[in-house]
């Protein structure tokens, strides 16, 4: 079956810090692939996607490309903020939408 | 509704009760997903309906887990004889027939004691 491996956490940075999380994936065919965030006392919500290799995913200053040479689709934001502090997810999809998630990288950004 | 909504959103159970668990997806959307999410984990893959049809259920780990969707939309998980290991938040997701973004709802946790 499919997997994802992402960096452990937790990752403290100050604020305005360059942020990049990595992730691999392994899996069969040609998934899609994502980033959740889980701000505190929150649930799940997408952060981005891209669904083909090359493809580059943006969203709040955020982006990951879809690398299949390398199986990546790491997570860089140039300028973190405090209100970025979160647990980020990444995952692919295998048959019909089902998720393959990663343990989770938790994100502390200090002013 | 605007969004998934699941309840309880916690949920004590002694060890050997039953408890159930709801899902009521965006409406509209045809596949609904649970996954149950340890403490320091990421969500594993429970089991999936498209519309009332339970597709797969392999990430079930035990017989004391069901789940049904007898009309196409409202979910209900249910888990018999409840034990610590089960202690988890329980996420449910859906998507729409033709996008693969899967919208979570906020979770039930559910601690066995």
């Known amino acids: 079956g499919n997997s994802v491996t992402q960096m452990e956490g937790p990752v403290t940075l100050s604020e305005e810090a360059f942020l990049t999380i990595n992730c691999t994936y392994t899996?069969?065919?040609?998934?899609?692939l994502f980033w959740y965030v889980q701000y505190p006392g929150e649930g799940l919500q997408l952060l981005l996607k891209?669904?083909?290799?090359?493809d580059k995913g943006s969203n709040k200053g955020f982006e990951a490309t879809y690398r299949k040479e390398t199986t990546s689709f790491h997570l860089e934001k140039g300028s973190v903020q405090v209100s970025d502090s979160a647990v980020y997810f990444c995952a692919c999809t295998g048959t019909a939408s089902k998720l393959t998630f990663g343990t989770g990288t938790r994100l502390q950004v200090t002013l | 509704g605007a969004g998934v909504s699941q309840s309880p959103r916690y949920k004590v159970a002694k060890r050997g009760q039953d408890v159930a668990l709801r899902c009521d997806p965006i409406?509209?959307?045809?596949?609904l997903f649970w996954y149950q999410q340890a403490l320091g984990q990421g969500p594993e893959f429970l089991t999936y309906?498209?519309?009332?049809?339970?597709?797969?259920k392999s990430g079930l780990p035990s017989d004391r887990f069901f789940a049904e969707r007898p009309e196409g939309s409202v979910s209900t998980l249910k888990i018999q004889r409840t034990q610590q290991e089960d202690s988890a938040v329980y996420l449910c997701a859906s998507t729409s027939r033709t996008n693969t973004e899967a919208f979570f709802g906020q979770g039930t946790r559910l601690t066995v004691v």
């Open positions: 891209a669904t083909k290799a090359d």
């Open positions: 309906f498209q519309n009332e049809a339970q597709l797969d």
């Open positions: 899996a069969t065919g040609y998934p899609s």
């Open positions: 409406s509209g959307h045809v596949s």
